[in-house]
């Protein structure tokens, strides 16, 4: 995704992994509020910033 912020929508479309999902690791405090996911209260929407997931996931496999 060449997008830094995408809608969690097409977040989703596009990496296949589920919304559910990606909730999930926010709420376990894999992922983390302002730096992986941001909701826009205005119109009720999560953001998810794909750079920062990439940099999560790197490290992760690495530590894997």
Do not use: F
């Not at 894999?30 to 999560?56: F, M, Q, S």
């Amino acid at each position: 995704m060449s997008q830094k912020w995408v809608r969690l929508k097409k977040y989703c479309e596009e990496s296949g992994e589920p919304d559910r999902t990606v909730m999930k690791k926010l709420e376990g405090g894999y992922y983390r509020l302002g730096i992986h996911l941001k909701k826009d209260p205005a119109v009720n929407c999560w953001w998810v910033n794909t750079e920062a997931v990439d940099e999560w996931l790197d490290k992760a496999i690495t530590r894997g």
